[in-house]
């Protein structure tokens, strides 16, 4: 009977935790690329419609989101306007106003036509992609427009082409990064004064191997009539406070995400290389590692947006199930969670990902509302573990990994934190031991390395006391022997 009773508590136990644990849709991958869930890391605070923020017309189609300080900008596009917000200290958004028109030169003013994006410059310039327009405006704090930023009068570009841009970032010096609509050369760069420099970052070409042979064979007639083989556009993008440019693409076959040659998220440096760090190379940045057909998707991930927080962690949101996607700087999944859904913490459409410090704000721009989120505190566990570690603060780092494994202890990433974190204070047997739990082979490799040369170092002097007793020895036995022999022989 006892025996009983103590099975039924610990059943009991058990499916208390399993619900603690699987409480909501947040998920990571373990080694076998099976889903794990796990605590909540974010939790929806509130979820902000047109009426919420007392404006007479409701937002329709909006498609962007940008974040400067505390202000929150909503691109209205079928409603011609950009909405700003102010994010306050109650953690709620407040309306500021509308900016629906700018003023020119002359005094006139001029209003948008479906516009797709807003930048706010650190001082305090705008960038303003008028899509339909054809034109990005640059203007001051009061909306005067300083320059526009049209069509590219240069070879390099194809012209006879309808000139759509649709987002735009810039760098401190007011250098902006167009993209544009049907422009698969990367973005156009254009320098602060206005005037364009080029193409920067072009997609490679991406292209199907039996498509290419059959076009070697192909008649001349056959491959006027074939597809081009040209690079994919660039569907978002965002600046990072290192002045990098984080751009997403949502143009790739399917079977080339798992050898990482789509390559749907990249970070650019000056030169428009990709160096984004993906040490994981079993599952690279690609949102979901396996996909089937739930609902009737059957589509992999599709990053249509991005933000990077202070810490170099990046979000993605997936518009294909509407999903968050959470990266460090190396490349590790941090989390994912969200689904399609009317629910609170589920989009039908998300456009658009910004933050403000560590809070989320997703835009769906189906359901023409706001999703406001905040980190839990398992979510901010994690936060503050890698930046510790980025910081050099590896004892300190070692206990929010061990306090985030008191939270989920099938968590990869804080074994392999924590490993890391003793790697660094050279405690290698301990680094060990946390890879070899994740099975990290490459960081218990370089950890073991590590451990025999320590273990060779502190163990030299009886290794060599112990070679030059046994090679003593051997002349001691090799000398009484040939004495005995001699002996033996008299």
């Known amino acids: 009977m006892m025996r009983r009773k103590l099975f039924i508590m610990i059943a009991g136990l058990f499916t208390l935790c399993a619900g603690l644990f ?49 202000k929150l900008y909503v691109v209205d596009t079928d409603n011609n306007r950009i909405v700003e917000l102010e994010y306050t200290a109650k953690k709620t958004l407040a309306f500021t106003r509308v900016i629906d028109r700018v003023y020119t030169n002359d005094g006139s003013e001029e209003t948008f036509d479906g516009p797709r994006d807003i930048f706010v410059n650190t001082d305090g310039t705008m960038f303003i992609a008028d899509t339909n327009h054809g034109r990005v405006l640059k203007v001051d704090e009061n ?88 690079p994919v556009e660039y569907s978002n993008c965002y600046m990072d406070n290192e002045g990098f440019i984080y751009a997403v693409t949502k143009t790739f076959d399917w079977w080339d995400l798992r050898s990482d040659r789509a390559k749907p998220i990249r970070r650019l440096n000056a030169l428009g290389k990709d160096i984004l760090v993906k040490n994981n190379e079993d599952q690279p940045p690609i949102g979901d590692l396996v996909w089937g057909n739930a609902a009737g998707i059957s589509d992999p991930s599709k990053f249509t947006d991005i933000t990077v927080l202070d810490n170099n962690v990046y979000l993605a949101i997936d518009e294909s199930r509407g999903r968050v996607f959470a990266y460090n700087d190396q490349g590790y999944l941090l989390f994912a969670f969200g689904g399609r859904g009317n629910v609170d913490g589920f989009f039908r459409k998300p456009a658009a990902i910004e933050h403000i410090e560590k809070d989320l704000f997703v835009l769906d721009s189906i359901n023409a509302s706001i999703t406001v989120m905040a980190p839990t505190d398992y979510g901010k566990l994690i936060y503050q573990a890698t930046e510790q570690f980025a ?70 002097g009886w290794m060599v006391g112990l070679l030059i007793v046994i090679i003593v020895l051997s002349i001691v036995v090799k000398i009484v022997k040939k004495i005995k022999w001699e002996l033996n022989t008299l």
């Open 143 to 230: 909306f005067n427009v300083i320059f526009t930023l049209k069509e590219p009068d240069d070879p390099t570009y194809e012209a006879g082409k309808a000139f759509l841009p649709e987002k735009v970032v810039a760098d401190s010096k007011g250098r902006a990064y167009v993209a544009a609509r049907n422009i698969n050369k990367g973005f156009l760069k254009y320098e602060y004064d206005g005037t364009f420099q080029g193409f920067f970052g072009a997609n490679e070409v991406v292209y199907d191997v039996k498509d290419l042979i059959w076009k070697k064979l192909a008649t001349q007639a056959q491959k006027e009539k074939m597809v081009l083989f040209v």
């Open 22 to 70: 699987a409480k909501g849709d947040t998920y990571i991958y373990d080694f076998w690329d099976n889903i794990e869930k796990s605590p909540d890391v974010y939790r929806v605070t509130h979820v902000v419609y047109a009426d919420d923020l007392n404006l007479q017309t409701p937002l329709k189609n909006p498609s962007s989101l940008f974040t400067y300080g505390n």
């Open 391 to 460: 910081c050099g603060e590896y004892d300190e780092s070692a206990e929010s990994w061990a306090k985030v494994l008191e939270y989920n202890g099938n968590y990869d990433l804080a074994y392999i934190g924590l490993g890391k974190s003793y790697l660094r204070q050279k405690k290698y047997k301990e680094a060990m031991r946390c890879f070899k739990v994740k099975r990290d082979r490459r960081d218990y490799s370089k950890a073991f390395k590590y451990y025999r040369k320590e273990w060779i170092e502190n163990n030299i």
